[in-house]
Nanobody, 122 residues
Framework: QVQLVESGGGLVQAGGSLTLSCAAS????????MGWFRQAPGKEREFVAG????????YYTDSVKGRFTISKDNAKNTVFLQMNSLKPEDTALYYC???????????????WGQGTQVTVSS
């Protein structure tokens, strides 16, 4: 069982930066993979970035490559999503998700946070 709590969302101007945090608990994390998803109004949920807790292998969707960085802090059991050069199209509800196993993409995630809103204005 894994519990996830996101934080760090807010309102920013286009071109600005924001860092999201996801605190995880209830797991040893040795074989855990975690990802960030987002869902904008009227659109389907989209994979944004993912990381294997143990191997640090990372993946990003094309639209955020070069702008977003996923990372983790082992001591805090927390995964971060650093978002730079934000665009209005990045506006969405961002969810943290987790699954057991080392596969980050092309798979189903089992645990989800409640989401944190990111709004980018111009």
């Amino acid at each position: 069982q894994v519990q996830l709590v996101e934080s760090g969302g807010g309102l920013v101007q286009a071109g600005g930066s924001l860092t999201l945090s996801c605190a995880a608990s209830g797991h040893t994390f040795s074989t855990l993979s975690m990802g960030w998803f987002r869902q904008a109004p009227g659109k389907e949920r989209e994979f944004v970035a993912g990381i294997s807790w143990s191997t640090l292998t990372t993946y990003y969707t094309d639209s955020v490559k070069g702008r977003f960085t996923i990372s983790k802090d082992n001591a805090k059991n927390t995964v971060f999503l650093q978002m730079n050069s934000l665009k209005p199209e990045d506006t969405a509800l961002y969810y943290c998700a987790a699954r057991s196993g080392t596969r980050v993409v092309g798979t189903t995630y089992d645990y989800w946070g409640q989401g944190t809103q990111v709004t980018v204005s111009s």
